[in-house]
Each structure stands twice: as structure tokens, then as C-alpha cells.
């Protein structure tokens, strides 16, 4: 598939594509939570993705981008602006040399799960432990999604945006994409210099239009870098794997903890992880109970620019598990249940929507929750899904 993209600045964007009828956001979003937007848009190429964006920001209404709505809680009142709905799939290959690797150009609304299947399929080494994310491609970059000791940090070459600051298409290079553990400066740019929401929010200020990826070539994978992983494909951390077994290998322990969307059980209905895993000073973490895990903190960056490899150890943090906490806080598997909301009862760090609930019952167990951890531990959980239109 081929991209066509829009001009410039100075050549304004053709007109939106017509509103469709406003869907509830629950039947848009994994949570199955959220009332109806205000206006609807379904945005089928670039242009008219840039221009309804653009339209929202002129008339000064807020605007929610949404892809595959794995990663938001929505009020139960709706969403009282624009929702433009991105609905572009496909992969461009640009180069598949073996001297070069893959690069490849894939439109924000593609489903991430077909970036995986497609890599490990060619052989383009580097996401295969990203396998069962939920999702749009546009949304990987934006919290720089990662799991099994992979981050899509490590692969991602360029973010092509609309900024709606500077009202231009802007290419963000690796570099300026500033990339921490579950960060970019595209999702830093939801929050002010107070911690506030900023004026962008609940969309970052870069939309994401297209993300360009660099992967090396290979039948095994970068190395393993999640124990736990490790152990399931009977190799050492650092070591490498076979590409399809180590999709296999994750897509089994995902839904073993629920973590793979399933319409028959609910225990699946949910945002994936609701918190972050906590990156504490050691001196944080050595008041700890010695039976808290502890995992070295490792630069987004590689530690070598010729394909995916684990970053550098940063000595002065660590980074220790939110389900730990959490169940050692007193809320367990299942926590809530029966009810309408309640914690998975496969992973403590799911909350789940049984069918039947509200966004404010769920926001009032991921207080509970984030306050109980808090007052046991002295660690102050923070929320990975975009949370519009409130804070915890």
C-alpha cells in the first residue's frame, strides 16, 4: 500500500469526511466502557484524518483519536467533542535487503497484531515479543509499548505526525522521540509542566500518521530478555530464539493471564495492564520486602545501532512489579468479584468490566487499589491508559 501525503502547511487539507452516526464508545473500546461522542468521524485516508483534526482544533471543541481503544477509559457521559476514529490498515515495505533489514511504513490505524504476525511471518527480527497486543500501530509509539522485556523503542526509526501545535506534517527521527520506559515526548505532551492535563489532552499533540520501522532480518529472534520468557523457551536471558516459537511463547503466557482478547470471557474485557510497572531509586526499593522483585532498568536505546539488542543498565534505578504490589497490598485475583468491576481473575493487574458496569465504578476500584498500594508500600501506582476526562 502506498501513502499519499498531504501537503504542506501553506496547502490546507481537503474537507472531512462526512460524520458518521455517534457509536457509544463502549462498543468501540476494550473496556466496553464510555458513552456516545458528540460527533463521530471515521477517517479513511490521511487527508481526512488531518483535516478533522484540524477542524476540531480551529473551532476549539476537544478532540479524541482513536484506534483500536485498548488504551482509554472513557466517561460514562461520552466524550463531549470530536472522536475521529483512524480506520487506514496496511504495510508498505520499502527495503527487505539483507544487508539493510526491513523497512517498512505502516499507517497509525493499522491493528498492531497484524504488524507482528506479518514480521514473524518475513522474518524481520524485533517485535516478536509483542505478539497479542491489542491495538492500533499509531498508538505503539506513543507510550512506547512494551512486554517480555521488548519495547517497540527498539525497532521504531520515525513517527511521521500532524502537529497540531505548529499546524504541519512533522517527521519525528528516533532522537526526538525521547523514549522512556511506557513514555515519548508524544505522550508526555498530554500533561503540563504542573502535571496537569495540557491543553492537547486526552491527544497527544503529535497525531500519529504513519510509524516507520527498522528491523533486522533473521529466523531468530533479539535476544530474550523476560525471564520469564526464557524459562518457557528453555533458554538463557540474552540468548535467542526462534521467531514463531517466541510469538507462540508470549501469545500462551498473554492469555494465561487474560491478557488476549476474548468476546466470550471477561476476564479479558479490560484495558491490559491498568498500571505501570514502578521505576524507583534503589534507595525506594531497598525499603522494599526482600521478596519484591527487583528488575535492572535498561535504557530504551541499544547498546549497539546494527539491530534490536537490550539497552544499558541504569544503576541508579530499579524497577520492581505492580501485581506484586498490588496482591501484596491485600487485593488479589478476582478482587471485587462478583460485581460488575473487579480485578481479573487471571492477573492482578487487569481490571476487568464484567458487562452491566460504569466508568466510575471502575475508577473507583483502581483508587482503591492505587491507595491501598500507597498506604502499604509508600509507591504511588500510576495509571497506563489515557483516562479521559478525569485523573485518579
Known sequence: MTTRHPADA????????????????????TLRLGGPADRYVEAASEEELVAAVREADDAGVPLLVLGGGSNV?????????????????GIEVEDAGACGGASIT?????????????????????????????????????????????????????????????????????????FGYRTSVLKRSLRADDGAWSRWAPTPRWVVLEVGFQLRLGTLSAPVAYAELARRLGVEVGERAPLTDVRAAVLELRAGKGMVLDAADPDTWSAGSFFTNPVVPVEVADQLPPDAPRYPV?????????????????????????????????????????????LSTKHSLALTHRGGGTTAELLALARTVRDGVRERFGIELEPEPVVVGATL
Do not use: C, M
Open 10 to 29: 501553506s496547502t490546507a487539507p481537503p474537507a472531512t469526511a462526512p460524520a458518521a452516526a455517534a457509536p457509544r464508545l463502549a462498543d468501540l473500546t
Open 298 to 342: 535498561r535504557s530504551s536505546t541499544p547498546e549497539r545501532s546494527t539491530g534490536p539488542s537490550l539497552g544499558r543498565v541504569d544503576e541508579s534505578l530499579v524497577k520492581t512489579s505492580a501485581a506484586w504490589l498490588i496482591e501484596h497490598a491485600g487485593f488479589g485475583k478476582g478482587y471485587g468479584l462478583p460485581g460488575t468491576v473487579g
Open 106 to 178: 505502516v499507517p497509525a490505524g493499522t491493528p498492531w497484531v497484524d504488524v507482528v504476525d506479518r514480521a514473524v511471518a518475513e522474518g524481520w527480527v524485533g517485535v516478536e515479543a509483542l505478539a497479542g497486543i491489542p491495538g492500533s500501530t499509531g498508538a505503539t509509539p506513543v507510550q512506547n509499548v512494551g512486554a517480555y522485556g521488548q519495547e517497540v523503542s527498539g525497532v521504531v526509526a520515525l513517527v511521521r505526525t500532524w502537529d497540531r501545535q505548529d499546524q504541519r506534517v512533522r517527521t519525528l527521527p528516533l532522537p526526538d522521540l525521547g
Open 73 to 89: 477509559v472513557v466517561p460514562d457521559a461520552g466524550f463531549p467533542g470530536v472522536v475521529v476514529r483512524d480506520i487506514r490498515t
